[in-house]
């Protein structure tokens, strides 16, 4: 059934819409409409990716699971996605991803209908190689023909 959605309804809805609009403001604006969404979709979804990609190095830094940022992320990559299909639907779609407001409240909404673990860690919980509680050792094991 998703497929069906996927490769069918939504391409079918996305040519009704843009015959609808090329119809009132003609073909052309309708196109160059088209081509601007993407292009200004594609700078913002670079912008907030940088953005994301920065906040999430800093959680690291910090010694905490950057989930937030990762959601982000994973929306921005959708946005971006949407936003290069061309028709208008997406591009709604697309640029409401955009929104910071609306990517938190989709968080808040999959996170109260899923459960999560997190688990932190800290630069405490690293060993290091010089680490003086960690004992290297070497073994060999010596079977009973090799004994003398």
Not at 42 to 49: D, E, N, S
Not at 99 to 113: G, M, Q, T, W
Not at 135 to 144: G, N, R
């Amino acid at each position: 059934m998703p497929f069906i959605i996927l490769f069918v309804c939504i391409p079918l809805s996305e040519i009704m819409v843009f015959m609808s609009v090329s119809d009132k403001i003609g073909l052309g604006m309708a196109l160059f409409i088209a081509l601007f969404t993407a292009v200004l979709g594609g700078f913002i979804v670079r912008y907030q990716g940088i953005h994301t990609m920065m906040t999430a190095q800093k959680s690291l830094q910090a010694g905490q699971i950057p989930s937030k940022a990762l959601f982000d992320g994973l929306c921005l990559v959708a946005a971006g996605a949407t936003l290069i299909t061309p028709g208008f639907i997406t591009d709604v779609l697309g640029f409401a991803l955009l929104i910071p407001a609306v990517r938190n409240a989709l968080r808040k909404k999959l996170s109260a209908s899923a459960k999560f673990e997190t688990m932190e860690f800290g630069a405490t919980d690293m060993r290091t190689p010089n680490d003086p509680n960690v004992i290297d050792v070497e073994y060999e094991t010596i079977e009973e023909e090799d004994k003398p």
